[in-house]
Every structure is written in C-alpha cells, then in structure tokens.
C-alpha cells in the first residue's frame, strides 16, 4: 500500500481560496489566514485558486505573503491547486506552486502583463511599453525557476523514445529537439504554438552561437561596449552573407530582425538565467546522464561528483534551460488558452487530479525505500 505525503497533497484545513478578482478585498480575506498558518506550523499550505486574475500588484503581494521567509528566516511549501479557472494572475500562482495541481475540468489561460483603465499619450507609449516588457521578464523568469523542475520530470518520462525519434531518415536530432518533438505530440495547438515559438528562438539562439561566437576574438584591452560592437558587426556580416540573394535590405524590417538576433544571442550568452545554471546543474543534472554516465558518476568521489556531473551535461541543460525560459516568456505573449494536459506537458502544473498525470508525488508515494524515493527525484 502506498503511503501518504502530505507534502505533495492539498490540505483544507489550511488553506486559503483565491476566488473571483485577485484585488485588495480578496487580498483583505485571505492574508490574515496566511499569516495565522505560517504562525501556527510548518507544514504546507493549500491555495485553492477559481480566479479570471485581477491586479499584478494584488498578485505581488499575495505571492510575497505565501513565499517570502518569516521574520526566523523559514518558508513554508505551498500547494496550488486550481479548481475551475486559473487565468492571468491567477495563472502565474497556480505554476509558482510548490506543487501544483490541477482539475480536470479546469482551464488555465496566461497572458502578459497589461495595464488597465490607462490613458496612453505618444509620449507615455515608449515608456509603458518598456515598463510592460520589464515587469513581463521577471515574471517569466520566476516562472522558469519552477518550471524547470517539473519540465525535467517530463524528460525523464520521455527521453525512452528519443532513440526512435533519431531512427528518421536525415535527420540529427539532439536531446532538446527530441524532447521538444515529444511534447508536441502531446498538446494542443495553443500549447504547441508557445512550445514551438519558444524552441524556434532557442534554436535561433544556438545557430548563431555556433555561427558567429566562434568566429569573434575578443581581447582583454576591449570595454564591454567594443566586446558588444564586435558581436553586432558579426551578425550583421552573416545576416548579409546568407540573406544577400533573398533582397534583404537594412530597412524598418531588416534592422528589426538584425536588432532581434542580436538581442537573442546576447540574452543566450550573457542574460541573467546564466547565474542559475550551476545551481540546476547540480540539482537537476542526474536526468541528463545516460545509464553509463549515471554509472560513472556514482563511482566517483563526493568532492568530484559536482565538478564531473558539471563537465557532462552542460552542454544539455544549457539549451534545455533557455527554452524553459523561452516557453515561460512566450506564456507571458498573446493569449494562451491550456487545457490541464498541456499546462501539465509544459510544465506549468505538476499534474491533472484523477488522471495518469502526475508528478513527484506519485513516486514518493508508491517507492518502497527512501533511496528508491530520493534515487527517482531530480
């Protein structure tokens, strides 16, 4: 019989409902019953979540009251679990979730940021925008950071089938394009048009890695601006190289796309989910070993383990890393309508209550030993 973790399961009698607006007066309702259980133990908390969204500062708020440590520097593991819809703001809780869960009736809708009732003149327009795009970035990237944990839990149920994917005809296919080719198979067209924009700009950003950065020398007498000078000039000799015979010009429309490649390979580079790759590496790295490298490593001494497990699947998380990022921020763009099976094949839920997906809970509960237990998560 498999045994209960209540670490992985809902729990009504601490629990919170985020129902209708997310706005001051929902707010007024539900903190102070955040704050007593945060007082009362450490055990989780349940946010029960049927919301269209509402404000994105009612949002900030509420996620600082659930995640942010007490006064004693504890944080308490929080359940989401989304009963009927989760849309916009309401969307974003329910994938911050410690763990989070969906029904599956339910529907979960993100877009980007937008502001409300706001006169825009031409001279705000520009300012907005860029308040907009801002405010969407750093969602998209706290998003990541949950994500990739259930995203690499989705390429350990499927890299069994990357074999057959590479049995195609004329075809190379790396972990990330097979990994990607699978979750398509899986989702519907709203999800797939996000998972494929995203992976477009991924590969994007790895062709250009290979096709330039390779070609560029940089010296330490350069300032960071003569360093940026020489990646922007090298786009713009390969962009005129291999668009010279399609009558690509240096219009509105070409310095846009030679503006948007640049951007792309430096946030590729240079951007701020480089600081957490050591940190996924180190909890996330062990999916991406093959059976003789996961061999290897548990040979391997506990102070070369991290520093040999780091030598190994760099080179595979580092893509796999920036298309989690690509996929929360391309959530955060046009209008994204998910069924509960997609949220959960791109990470946005870690599973579909009374259906066959699920999460970690599933292998907690039914391992046999706490080494099968801990040998199973990432």
């Known amino acids: 019989m498999s045994k209960r973790d209540f670490d992985f399961r809902p729990n009504p009698t601490r629990a919170v409902h985020v129902f209708g607006s997310c706005d001051d007066d929902l707010l007024a309702k539900i903190v102070p019953s955040i704050t007593n259980f945060r007082f009362e133990g450490s055990t989780p908390i349940t946010v029960y979540i049927n919301s269209p969204g509402g404000v994105i500062r009612s949002l900030e708020i509420l996620v600082s009251c659930l995640w942010d440590a007490d006064i004693e520097g504890h ?117 797939s048009q996000v998972v494929t924009e995203a992976y477009n700009k991924t590969k994007v950003a790895l062709q250009l890695t290979e096709n330039i950065l390779s070609n560029v020398t940089f010296s330490k007498e350069q300032s960071f601006l003569e360093q940026d000078g020489a990646v922007f000039k090298a786009i713009l000799d390969h962009e005129i190289t291999q668009l010279s015979e399609k009558n690509w010009r240096l219009d509105e429309y070409g310095c846009s796309q030679l503006v948007q490649d640049y951007l792309l390979l430096r946030d590729y580079q240079l951007g701020d989910h480089q600081q957490s790759l050591d940190w996924i590496i180190k909890h996330f790295g062990m999916p991406f070993l093959s059976q003789d490298e996961f061999n290897e490593y ?33 959530l955060q763009e046009g209008e994204n309508r998910l069924s509960p099976a997609d949220a959960y094949w791109i990470g946005a839920v870690d599973e579909v209550m009374g259906t066959e997906l699920q999460g970690y809970r599933s292998i907690i509960e039914n391992a046999t030993t706490d080494e099968e237990s801990a040998s199973t998560l990432v």
Request: aromatic share 10%; net charge positive.
């Open 298 to 330: 548990s040979q391997k001494d506990e102070k070369e383990k991290l520093t040999w497990l780091s030598d190994t699947v760099f080179s595979r998380i580092r893509p796999f890393w920036y298309f989690t990022l690509r996929l929360c921020q391309q």
């Open 75 to 191: 944080t308490h593991r929080i359940i989401t679990v989304a009963t009927g819809d989760a849309a916009s703001a309401a969307a974003t809780l329910l994938a911050l979730g410690d763990y989070s869960i969906a029904h599956e009736s339910s529907e979960i809708y993100f877009h980007g940021a937008r502001f409300r009732e706001l006169e825009i003149t031409t001279e705000s327009a520009a300012e907005c925008a860029a308040t907009l795009a801002h405010k969407n970035r750093q969602i998209a990237f706290r998003l990541a950071n949950r994500v990739i944990r259930k995203l690499v839990h989705r390429y350990s149920l499927l890299c069994n089938e990357f074999e057959e994917k590479r049995k195609q005809p004329n075809t190379q296919k790396s972990d990330l394009d097979c990994f990607v080719e699978c979750i398509l198979e899986r989702v519907n067209l709203s999800a």
